[in-house]
């Protein structure tokens, strides 16, 4: 479980501070897929960096399993972000010059293990990309891309999966195909959440925290449709 108490983050720019992160609190339980929605610029992006380590926060407290991530030390600290959390962008992040074996052979990278690259086959096969492994990402349509950057994900075998508008630069179909990827990784005990301005792909998750002015102003578990 992770918890978020009484996170603030501010950016400070030339000309004015902006409080993105305003005394925010939000709980997300194991195996929850939990969709965050909220107008543009209500601190989404930036709840989703703090969660993946990607930038710190000014106070307030960040606990993984009731240990606080941002009290431990720096080794601790950068082992829980490496290993535990994975994320996947709007615009895939793919390195332009690696095939697609190896973006996902990439995902690996940290746990070290001599022979992560045994699983790529395996990843390719799950994510419907079977003899594409040759292939580099310009090659490559937007649905094939983000499956890849979802093998990727999964070849580090986090135990979160953070999404920022998976399928904002996909067709209705693709869209709908990832979706179902993030639901199959869900009823297999993943934990996902996931960013989204879409309220019919919100809908498909199992709960939803709407985000205003840099808290979340509700948090609600979504019936089954
Ligand atoms: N690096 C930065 N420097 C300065 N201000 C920033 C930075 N990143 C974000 N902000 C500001 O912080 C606020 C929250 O931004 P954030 O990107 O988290 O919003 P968001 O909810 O993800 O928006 P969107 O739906 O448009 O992606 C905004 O006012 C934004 O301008
Ligand atoms: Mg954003």
């Given at each position: 479980m992770i918890?978020?108490?009484?996170?603030?983050?501010?950016?400070?720019t030339a000309?004015?501070?902006?409080?993105a992160l305003d005394h925010l609190d939000l709980t997300?339980?194991?195996?929850?897929?939990?969709?965050?929605?909220?107008?543009?610029?209500?601190?989404?992006?930036?709840?989703?960096?703090?969660?993946?380590?990607?930038?710190?926060?000014?106070?307030?407290?960040y606990l993984h399993d009731g240990i606080a991530v941002n009290r431990q030390t720096d080794i601790?600290?950068?082992?829980?972000?490496r290993l535990q959390i994975g994320t996947v962008f709007q615009e895939y992040n793919l390195l332009p010059y690696l095939n697609v074996r190896d973006n996902i052979a990439l995902g690996g990278y940290y746990r070290?293990?001599?022979?992560?690259?045994?699983?790529?086959?395996e990843l390719l096969k799950r994510l419907d990309l079977e003899g594409m492994g040759h292939m580099y990402p310009h090659q490559l349509s937007g649905g094939q891309k983000?499956?890849?950057?979802?093998?990727?994900?999964?070849?580090?075998?986090?135990?979160?999966?953070?999404?920022?508008?998976?399928?904002?630069?996909?067709?209705?179909?693709n869209a709908r195909n990832i979706m179902n990827i993030f639901r199959t990784l869900n009823n297999q005990g993943m934990t996902i959440v996931l960013?989204?301005?879409?309220?019919n792909i919100a809908r498909q998750c199992g709960?939803?925290?709407?985000?205003e002015k840099g808290n979340v102003a509700v948090k609600r578990d979504l019936l089954p449709s």
């Open positions: 918890e978020l108490r009484n996170i603030c983050k501010v950016y400070h000309s004015r501070d902006i409080k997300i339980r194991d195996s929850e897929f939990l969709a965050l929605v909220g107008h543009s610029g209500c601190g989404k992006t930036t709840l989703l960096n703090i969660l993946a380590g990607y930038d710190s926060f000014d106070s307030g407290i601790s600290k950068s082992s829980y972000f070290k293990t001599a022979d992560s690259r045994k699983r790529v086959p983000q499956r890849v950057a979802i093998a990727r994900v999964l070849m580090k075998q986090p135990c979160i999966v953070l999404a920022d508008e998976p399928t904002g630069a996909l067709d209705v179909s960013v989204t301005h879409d309220l709960s939803i925290a709407v985000m």
